[in-house]
């Protein structure tokens, strides 16, 4: 069974930044969408931005500019820039690859 592990969330205050990082015990990443998504307190999960085979990009509206999503040349481990973060991007973030993580929380706050 393939596991999607996430870390890299923490406490920021707004402005701040943080990488979070997603690492699979198997090599799906070089077969699938790689994606995150993120779901605060009392709302739906949501598509943050997701990363094709061939390195195509795609972001939600709100974290256009702010967010990046990249890997690494093994396709080992994918990873989410996050810059100028927001209180409104509190949430915990999930790593999916045909698999789902288990999540690290992210809490932009002063």
Not at 51 to 57: D, E, K, L, M
Not at 61 to 74: E, L, W
């Amino acid at each position: 069974q393939v596991q999607l592990v996430e870390s890299g969330g923490g406490l920021v205050q707004p402005g701040g930044s943080l990488r979070l990082s997603c690492r699979s015990s198997g090599s799906i990443f070089s077969e699938y969408l790689v994606a995150w998504y993120r779901q605060a307190p009392g709302k739906q999960r949501e598509l943050v931005a997701t990363i094709s085979r061939g390195g195509t990009t795609t972001y939600v509206d709100s974290v256009k500019g702010r967010f990046t999503i990249y890997r690494d040349n093994a396709w080992s481990s994918v990873y989410l820039q996050m810059n100028s973060l927001k209180p409104e991007d509190t949430a915990v973030y999930y790593c999916n690859s045909d698999y789902w993580g288990r999540g690290t929380q992210v809490t932009v706050s002063s």
